[in-house]
Every structure is written in structure tokens, then in C-alpha cells.
């Protein structure tokens, strides 16, 4: 383990021992009466792009001006403009596979590939491209892993597996996402991807919807699914024949080039972010983010309640948001700046969030950190914090430290199948680099135990998440709210009047992304 972890460790830990008690006062009622304000009716489910959008944000500007925040955007802005370009196929994609020294023979999306440009461009436009066999196409330093190695890739089509190694553990890993290959693959020259599907049908069933391309997304010229019959007659094997799982696997090239002219529809749809700020005193340009996605999911045409109102996911985050800065400005001033960012579109996708790490109005090689609300925990007090993605980063050792002195303690999730950390908005900054924390819904009641605490979550998570249940009610219990908020002020406000730099643990993903902006905070610890 390196030193620098294990002092970033102990820092840390001194820091939040020696802390002094701090003055905030998170208000049950007011949680309680701005969720149930932005999860009426009239609010329409705030969904991107609607009257709802337009009165979610101006509610979320009046608050922070009202308590003398600034706006956080550029040039003096409350909001920072997402465009989402939205593609949808012309036709299907001319696609043609030619061995070596042989004729071309066309590929239909029946023969076993898909197609799609998902560029900002909508083109694809690729002949005689040498094709690449990458394994899961994965390069894992800290897992002493690379699928690519001295292969270069540039101007190629690369094919890799789905999925990923288990990496010897139960949770899933940002190695197995899509996205992250073709980053890598893009980053390493390549001019498209494509990925050999088990379930190929669901993929053909799919190909020809609209798609949202995520702001700062790989710019390939196409991405491709690929049938594992398909991929035989290609000579891929599957993961076993190719032992893909022993570590030995070395990327190859393939007997054969591709050539395809694709075209997609383009249309934009235009949302907005909304940012406020306060300045640091000593280091501004060293940045504490609070996140929280504004959107839902709006209605739809079914008779009777076809309000998706949101008032759990993510109305409660929303607000506590601005309960968190309303705090930091009682507070006054600390010496890092820190920033409440209300992101758009995560029901989407993230891609509010995914579009301000592409364009961060504050630089990403200097956020501290992000530390991000998606739906409070809605019950009585609770012993455990569950965070997503535990053993990532020493945010969580920090917020341990401070929960303890509480007597409570962090945990992960308990629900590691469902790989929580790469599903809202803190994950496009852990994405960049930049250490995230995301906290859950506590399951170990004080009054009941981990068995009351669990049946009392997986009812209500079963009644209403994304569904028009989602409601406010006056029987909603915010004392486990207010205990989670004050814990987070507690570890914001100490991130934020220290000298403490989080650190990505040694076996996760993103400390090879955080290493390649260390140079840019050397000399700020």
C-alpha cells in the first residue's frame, strides 16, 4: 500500500478527531415542505425539457439567491447549458466484412451486426478498416491486467467481450461497462468498437431506437453488436475457449477488414444544469462539490395519476442539497470554494452530470471531491451509513471517522449485483477522476435491527420508485434525512477548511485516471 494512502489516512483521520463541533441545524419541516413543493403536480415530474424543468430551476435560483449564494456558472451564470444531441438511424448501416485476399460480402443487422454512428457527428464513414481482436478490451494497471498489450490499434476496428473478470470480487466493475471500452479503445486509436453480445436479439430488438449520446463520449466512428455466432465464423471464441478469465489473454489481429457507411437523424435537446458558489477564502480555485439530480421522469398518458412526481428520487436530494448550502452560508466563508450543482437529465443517463465533467466550469485536476445526495433515507434513525461503491476511495474512511463519533458505522450497499455506484451522478466525476462518495438508505434501525430496517426499505423502494406513488405524504420520517445531511456537512465542511486531498484506494479503477492530473496538485497539500 502506498505511503501517501496511508498519510492521507492518518490525516485525515486527525483532522476529523480534532475537529470542533460544528453549528449546523438540518429542519425536518423544511426538508418536508420543499419536497413537497417540487413534487406537486403542477411541477409535472420534472422532466428535461418542460414547464417543469423551467419551474424546478427558478424555484432553485430563488433559494440560493434568497440566502446570498452566487451563481455558480460561467460568467456569472445560475445555469450551465446541456445540449443533448438525441440520434436515431436513417437506414440500417452498408456494412461489408472482406477476408484476407478474398471478395467483400455484406453484413445485414439480421446476419448477427448492429451498426449505429454515435458520434456528435452522426456519421460513420470507415473502408477497409483491419480489425482487432482486444479480449474485454481492458487495461487495468492495479489489477496487473491489459488485454491490449503492445498491439497498436490505431485506425482499426477494435471487437471485444462483454462483460468483465470478477476481479475476485461480487461487485461489477467500471471495466465492464461499455463506455469505459470504448474510451479506452478511442483512446488508444481506434476508429470504432464492437462488442460480441450473448443476447444478441435483445441488441437487434434494440438497434434501431433513439439514442442520447452522453456528452464527452468516445468519438468513434461507429459502435457495433456482434452475435457470438457471428463472432465464431470471425474465429472469436468464447470467454472460456479464449481464456479470456486467466490474464494471459494478448489482443490479435483477425484475418479480415471492415468497411461501413452508417447515418443517424440528429435532434437536440436542450436542458440545463443549475450551479451556485461560495468562494474560498484561502484556496478558491480548490473546489468541494455537492451534487443532486433535479429531473424525473414526468408523466405519460395511462387514465388517472400519470404524475411521476418524484418526491424520493430525486426531489429529497434536491432539497437537501440546498439545505447543505443553506448551512455553509450560515456558516460563512471556508477556505476552499464549494459548489451545489443541481444536475439535469441523470433519468436519462447521468448526462447532466457527464456534461459538466466533459465541460467542468471548475477544473476537475483540482475538485476535492464530489460528494453527491440521490433520494435521502426516509425513516427513523438509523446505526449504519450505506455508501455505493465501498473501498473505492478515503472519502468513506473519513466519513467512518465522523460516524463513529456518532455511533454509527459506513457499510456498503448489500446489493452488489446491482453495481449502485456506476448508476448517478457522482459516477461521471469518479469517471474523470475526481473521488466520490455517494450515500444510501440505512437499513440497521435503531428501533428494529437490520431485519425491520430492511423490510421497511424493500417495501418502499417496491411501492415507489418510478412510479406516481412516489408522493409526498405527511407521515414521511426525515430523521434519518437530517442524520445523514449533518454527517456530510460535517465531512464537506472539514474537506473544505483543510488541506486533505481524498485518494482512490489501491485497487480501484480510477486512480490511473486521478495519477494523470497528480502534477497539478503537488504543490497543494
Known amino acids: 500500500m502506498p ?34 413543493l417540487i413534487s406537486a403536480d403542477d411541477f409535472q415530474g420534472r422532466k428535461p425539457g418542460t414547464i417543469g424543468e423551467e419551474k424546478t430551476l427558478a424555484w432553485l435560483q430563488a433559494q440560493y439567491e434568497a440566502m446570498g449564494m ?28 472482406s477476408s484476407a485476399g478474398g471478395a467483400a460480402t455484406s453484413i445485414a443487422p439480421a446476419d448477427g451486426l448492429t451498426v449505429r454512428a454515435i458520434n456528435t457527428a452522426g456519421l460513420a464513414d470507415v473502408a477497409n478498416a483491419p480489425v482487432v481482436f482486444a479480449g474485454y478490451g481492458i487495461t487495468a494497471p492495479e489489477r496487473e491486467w491489459d488485454d491490449y498489450g503492445d498491439t497498436d490499434v490505431t485506425g482499426k476496428v477494435v471487437v471485444v467481450m462483454s462483460g468483465s473478470p470478477s476481479f475476485g470480487s461480487e461487485y461489477r466493475r467500471f471495466y465492464a461497462q461499455e463506455a469505459y471500452k470504448a474510451d479506452e479503445a478511442f483512446r488508444r486509436g481506434a476508429v470504432a468498437i464492437i462488442t460480441v453480445q450473448s443476447d444478441f436479439a435483445r441488441s437487434l430488438s434494440r438497434a434501431g431506437r433513439q439514442q442520447t449520446l452522453s456528452p464527452g463520449s468516445a468519438e468513434l466512428q461507429f459502435k457495433g453488436q456482434l452475435s457470438a455466432e457471428l463472432a465464431k465464423s470471425w474465429g472469436i471464441g468464447t470467454v472460456a475457449e479464449e481464456a479470456l478469465d486467466a490474464g494471459a489473454f494478448k489482443a490479435r489481429a483477425l484475418p479480415l477488414t471492415l468497411s461501413v457507411k452508417a447515418e443517424e437523424t440528429k435532434d437536440i435537446l436542450v436542458t440545463h444544469n443549475l450551479l451556485a458558489r461560495l468562494e474560498g477564502t484561502e484556496f478558491p480555485d480548490e473546489t468541494i462539490v455537492f451534487s443532486a439530480h433535479w429531473d424525473h421522469v414526468g408523466t405519460n398518458d395511462h387514465p388517472g395519476d400519470n404524475v411521476f412526481n418524484g418526491a424520493w428520487d430525486n426531489a429529497s436530494g434536491t432539497v437537501g442539497v440546498v439545505e447543505m448550502a443553506r448551512e455553509f452560508a450560515k456558516a460563512g466563508p471556508s477556505k476552499r470554494s464549494v459548489v451545489f450543482l443541481h444536475a439535469t437529465a441523470e433519468e436519462m443517463g447521468l448526462l447532466g452530470a457527464y456534461g459538466y465533467a466533459a465541460d467542468p466550469i471548475y477544473p ?10 440521490d433520494m435521502l433515507p426516509l425513516s427513523g434513525p438509523t446505526r449504519d451509513v450505506p455508501i455505493f461503491g465501498k473501498g473505492q476511495n478515503t472519502l468513506e474512511d473519513m466519513l467512518d471517522v465522523l460516524a463513529k463519533a456518532e455511533g454509527r458505522y459506513v457499510s456498503d450497499d448489500g446489493q452488489p449485483q446491482q453495481g449502485f455506484y456506476y448508476r448517478s451522478d457522482h459516477f461521471p466525476f469518479a469517471r474523470a477522476g475526481v473521488p466520490a462518495l455517494m450515500p444510501w438508505h440505512g437499513v440497521d434501525f435503531v428501533d428494529g435491527g437490520i431485519e425491520a430496517g430492511k423490510a421497511a426499505w424493500q417495501e418502499r423502494f417496491a411501492r415507489v420508485y418510478h412510479k406516481p406513488t412516489d408522493e409526498w405524504s405527511e407521515d414521511l420520517d426525515f430523521t434519518s434525512a437530517v442524520e445523514n445531511l449533518t454527517l456530510l456537512y460535517r465531512l464537506g465542511r472539514e474537506l473544505a477548511d483543510s488541506r486533505v486531498w481524498p485518494t482512490w484506494k489501491p485497487e480501484s479503477e480510477f486512480g490511473q485516471v486521478r495519477a494523470r492530473t497528480d502534477a497539478e496538485r503537488a504543490d497543494r497539500r
Open 3 to 36: 505511503k501517501s494512502f496511508l498519510r492521507g489516512v492518518a490525516l485525515a483521520a486527525l483532522v476529523f478527531v480534532s475537529a470542533p463541533a460544528f453549528a449546523q441545524d438540518f429542519e425536518a419541516q423544511r426538508l418536508s415542505d420543499s419536497i413537497r
Open 70 to 97: 452566487k451563481p455558480g456558472g460561467r460568467d456569472g451564470q445560475w445555469l450551465q447549458q446541456i445540449d443533448l444531441l438525441r440520434l436515431t438511424p436513417k437506414a440500417d448501416a452498408v456494412v461489408s466484412v
Open 364 to 373: 476537475l485536476a483540482t475538485t476535492v471531491a464530489d460528494i453527491n445526495i
